[in-house]
């Protein structure tokens, strides 16, 4: 799969201390996808009921009240979410702004769907097709996350813009660097 650069930039440039701001539940669309592919592998450890309900999830991704919200609450970028994932969105945003990132991992929504389906094909959710969320950098991240709430959305602050080049991942009491984007986890499922 292509990994495309799908930044759709809304004014000034992003600067250090603003709020990065995902907007919903990530890996919905790879979700949906491994729930479709593997039905009969994952109906054999996985209850019925969880399975239809991952593939309930193609809903969130039609509609995207993102574009109506922009720009009342001082954004400054805003990356889609797709292939590759939350990690592959978060490289590109921070590589094409130069500036550096500190994002913790715990505070990215997940569903539980996404989780149990993931463990049971070994997939990386983080590494996954996440169509239907966006990150956003806002000065006043909390209140988007209100405005998008009331759109329907499951949106986090996840980290902040930084002065530096470093694009960091806290995981609980583990920091590392983020990686250079790497093929979308739902390849693994091709071959």
């Not at 919903?24 to 239809?52: C, F, H, K």
Request: aromatic share 4%; charged share 25%; with cysteine.
């Amino acid at each position: 799969m292509e990994k495309k650069c799908t930044g759709m930039d809304s004014g000034p440039r992003m600067k250090p201390g603003q709020d990065i701001v995902i907007t919903n539940y990530i890996a919905l669309e790879g979700t949906v996808r491994a729930a479709e592919m593997e039905q009969e592998l994952l109906s054999r450890t996985l209850p019925w009921d969880l399975l239809e309900t991952a593939k309930s999830f193609l809903g969130y991704l039609k509609d995207s009240p993102e574009a109506a919200v922009a720009g009342r609450h001082g954004e400054t970028a805003m990356q889609e979410v797709r292939e590759g994932g939350i990690l592959t969105a978060l490289w590109q945003m921070a590589e094409r702004h130069e500036v550096g990132l500190t994002v913790h991992l715990r505070k990215i929504p997940l569903r539980q769907e996404t989780i149990e389906i993931c463990e049971a094909l070994d997939l990386n959710p983080y590494g996954l097709l996440s169509g239907g969320c966006m990150l956003m950098a806002a000065d006043n991240g909390n209140d988007l996350i209100c405005e998008l709430e009331a759109a329907g959305r499951a949106p986090a602050v996840i980290g902040k813009i930084t002065n530096s080049n470093d694009r960091i991942i806290l995981n609980g009491g583990n920091c590392r660097y983020l990686n250079r984007p790497e093929p979308d986890e739902i390849e693994k499922l091709y071959k």
